[in-house]
């Protein structure tokens, strides 16, 4: 947990973190090496608790212990959502400000883009985080054997190239940005965003948020110490919702919905064999040697489709007008494995990443007791919805008919491999023709979340359009959490705007 207590009579700010300075992890400069860091040291890896959807499995949800947070253990991937999302999302919280046009001002602020076909109108030239599309990084030389081949196949199913994004349109088959500097080195928020002017104390967790009455007045560590707050305190963190008095916590504000709502995007790698691997298609092959293919991870298209009309039709109850146009799910191709268990990253493979976007399941996060130090109980309730699980075997089939049933692809993919570990015996490769029980039983066993939670302190509900929590003073929360409705895209380009719009309501305040 972060939190920044904030001065701003004195101009002074402080920020506290539970978890270390990871400067000088050199697996934090790198992408290739970044994806040892889930599950390690700086990862927090909340356990889920069994989810009755998904095989009775348990689910580990990243959530960066580190001063930077989440930004010190993600993939790069920087892909905002629909414009149709941050309408929802302004529409739900009463605020337009959080619609496409009110944060694209705070998505050029945040950005410097190299890409040279980059639209200034929807674009920044000299933000601090630094952006290319996969084509433009590298001088033009991280271009994959590929790219070309997998985009045709997406055409043969009538899914067009979306060159330029105009108006926030996502639909198609989009280009892949990363944030990276020139150097190919990743950009944690924390080497990013100058804080000499912030008093940092990190390993430095929090117990609670201290209050007169109704009105935030700092924070108690768990060593007992006090930082007094004449401002306001500003959170970061997952923010639970319990019966309090179970655990004998004293109840400051009554706000039911705080641990609700909690949205995630739920996704299924899959693999799939090349017919001849000495091609050089994927990485761990002699033949994909391009020093500009390990700049960063080796990926090139994402491609967005919204449901058929058959399969609303079934779901009318459970959608919203302009549903026929919104982005339900992307499918991304990687030429490297992703850690799927029984498959060998040495070139004989690639892979894609099926996820749903829109979910319509809910989770809930609380506490487990009084304890700071205790995990919370988080139950995500993944595919607990009929709309999300025709959805998402739609996505997987749609998946499956590109990589192997396309003239594109038939004469490099020979078929998909299913995972090989103890506990996912039975398993057979999925074709076009797989029946839907089968695809679904592969989701609950196979799939997993992709580390994009938020909700649970949702705007309109626990905070209002500026991230103050509703019925107390001095209080604020700043994080995933506020965002009451799932983003399309990957989210951290998402949050970097949201964070430029908070931090300029705050010093609006003061």
Request: glycine share 8%; net charge negative.
């Given at each position: 947990m972060a939190n920044l207590?904030?001065?701003?009579?004195?101009?002074?700010?402080?920020?506290?973190?539970?978890?270390p300075d990871p400067t000088g992890n050199s697996a934090t400069e790198f992408f290739l090496s970044g994806l040892s860091l889930q599950g390690g040291e700086l990862d927090y890896a909340y356990p889920s608790e069994p989810v009755a959807t998904t095989a009775d499995r348990v689910h580990y949800l990243s959530a960066g212990r580190a001063l930077g947070g989440g930004t010190v253990i993600n993939f790069g991937g920087w892909l905002r959502g629909d414009a149709a999302d941050y309408d929802e999302w302004a529409e739900v919280a009463g605020d337009e400000r959080w619609s496409y046009q009110g944060l694209k001002p705070w998505f050029?602020?945040?950005?410097?883009?190299?890409?040279?076909?980059?639209?200034?109108?929807?674009?920044?030239?000299?933000?601090?985080?630094?952006?290319?599309?996969?084509?433009?990084?590298?001088?033009?030389?991280?271009k994959y054997p590929l790219r070309e081949t997998i985009k045709n196949a997406w055409a043969e199913l009538g899914v067009p190239h979306n060159i330029d994004r105009k108006n926030g349109a996502s639909v198609g088959v989009n280009e892949m940005h990363e944030n990276s500097d020139k150097k190919g080195m990743r950009q944690p928020?924390?080497?990013?965003?100058?804080?000499?002017?912030?008093?940092?104390?990190?390993?430095t967790p929090v117990y609670r948020v201290t209050?007169?009455?109704?009105?935030?007045?700092?924070?108690?560590?768990?060593?007992?110490?006090?930082?007094?707050?004449?401002?306001?305190?500003?959170?970061?963190?997952?923010?639970?919702?319990?019966?309090?008095?179970?655990?004998?916590?004293?109840?400051?504000?009554?706000?039911?919905?705080?641990g609700q709502n909690l949205h995630?995007?739920?996704?299924?790698?899959?693999?799939?064999?090349?017919?001849?691997?000495?091609?050089?298609?994927?990485?761990?092959?002699?033949g994909f040697q391009n020093p500009a293919f390990l700049k960063g991870l080796p990926w090139d298209w994402i491609a967005n489709q919204p449901l058929p009309e058959e399969l609303l039709?079934?779901?009318?109850?459970?959608?919203?007008?302009?549903?026929?146009?919104?982005?339900?799910?992307?499918?991304?191709?990687?030429?490297?494995?992703?850690?799927?268990?029984?498959?060998?990253?040495?070139?004989?493979?690639?892979?894609?990443?099926?996820?749903?976007?829109?979910?319509?399941?809910?989770?809930?996060v609380t506490i487990r007791s009084s304890s700071p130090t205790d995990l919370p109980l988080v139950q995500p309730n993944y595919l607990s919805t009929q709309l999300d699980r025709d959805a998402l075997v739609h996505a997987t089939r749609t998946t499956v008919k590109v990589l192997t049933a396309t003239e594109s692809l038939k004469p490099i993919v020979e078929g998909e491999s299913p995972p090989v570990k103890e506990g996912l015996e039975g398993l057979t490769p999925l074709t076009?023709?797989?029946?839907?029980?089968?695809?679904?039983?592969?989701?609950?066993?196979?799939?997993?979340q992709h580390q994009h939670s938020g909700g649970t302190a949702a705007m309109g509900k626990v905070v209002d359009g500026e991230g103050k929590v509703l019925g107390v003073t001095g209080l604020r929360v700043?994080?995933?959490?506020?965002?009451?409705?799932?983003?399309?895209?990957?989210?951290?380009a998402s949050l970097y705007a949201m964070a430029e719009q908070l931090a300029s309501m705050i010093l609006a305040d003061s």
């Open positions: 207590i904030a001065d701003y009579n004195d101009k002074e700010v402080i920020l506290l973190e539970a978890g050029v602020k945040s950005e410097t883009f190299y890409d040279s076909g980059a639209d200034p109108q929807e674009h920044g030239f000299d933000g601090p985080m630094y952006v290319t599309s996969i084509a433009a990084a590298e001088e033009g030389q991280r928020s924390n080497v990013v965003y100058p804080l000499n002017r912030v008093k940092v104390f990190t390993n209050f007169d009455d109704t009105k935030a007045t700092g924070v108690e560590l768990v060593d007992g110490r006090k930082v007094a707050a004449r401002k306001q305190v500003i959170v970061s963190c997952i923010g639970p919702s319990a019966d309090l008095a179970e655990h004998g916590i004293p109840l400051v504000y009554e706000s039911p919905y705080v995630d995007h739920y996704a299924i790698h899959l693999a799939f064999r090349l017919r001849d691997p000495s091609l050089g298609y994927a990485f761990g092959n002699a039709s079934k779901h009318q109850h459970d959608t919203k007008p302009g549903w026929e146009k919104r982005n339900v799910y992307e499918v991304l191709t990687a030429y490297v494995v992703p850690g799927i268990p029984g498959i060998p990253i040495d070139g004989t493979h690639i892979a894609t990443s099926t996820m749903l976007l829109l979910p319509t399941s809910r989770g809930t076009v023709d797989t029946s839907y029980e089968v695809i679904l039983e592969r989701l609950q066993r196979t799939g997993e700043a994080d995933a959490s506020i965002i009451p409705v799932p983003l399309g895209g990957h989210p951290q």
